[in-house]
């Protein structure tokens, strides 16, 4: 899941820094747009529709809180870039979702970014569903709903929160295509699982995640450090 961000700043200077920045230090972060006023940044929120603005708040003329007053439904979240942090408490009741003060740390911003696309990815799977084929015909679950599903060729088993599982007539690639960009992890070729769900990481003759039913799902030796990564944060 590429997370859209809008760069918005007076100066154009700061723009070509922020988005080198995240050039070079993010993953899966796409700048689909730039603007240096306020009234400009609202033409290119409403055309782009980002997942995130990063937005600097002392501005000539109209200020970055006079922007985000223009948008009475707000369906992107804000990260806040400014040179003071005599705004803090200002920011807050804008309901901010991160404060960045110039010059720009690459590792807040990084970190930042992540924190509100683990965000995005959680709300996404909490609204969404996906189809269980089964004899009597489909069976529909959230994605938060599932620990793991566990592969055996062209058969999967779905493990529920429930305490059910269910036998699907799929291979795990349709549920990896499905639930990865959704946060799941793929930790082996048979197995995918969501790092919600997971206890415990155990590194007995080899590396097993156990999940909140007990089960236990071994990690593969490539995708190893990824576990790791995920569930370190």
Known sequence: MQQKIVIIDDESAAV?????LIDMFCEDVLVVGTANTAVEGAAVIRAEKPDVVLLDIDMPGTTGFD???AFAQRSFKVIFITASSDFAIKALKARADDYLLKPVNPLELKLALEKLKAEQLKTAAASQRIALPDKNGYFYVHPGD?????????YVTVYLKNGDKK?????IKTFDDQLTPLGFIRC????LVNPAE??????VD??????SNGNEVAVSRA???????VLNG
Do not use: P
């Not at 997971?198 to 590194?203: A, D, N, P």
């Open 16 to 20: 070509a820094v922020v988005s080198g």
């Open 67 to 69: 922007l985000l007053d």
């Open 146 to 154: 599932i620990i793991h599903i566990a592969g055996d060729g062209s």
């Open 167 to 171: 036998l699907v007539s799929r291979n």
């Open 188 to 191: 082996h070729q048979s197995h």
């Open 198 to 203: 997971v206890t415990q990481l155990r590194r």
């Open 206 to 211: 080899g590396i097993f995640l156990v999940m």
């Open 223 to 229: 995708k190893k450090e990824l576990v790791i990564k």
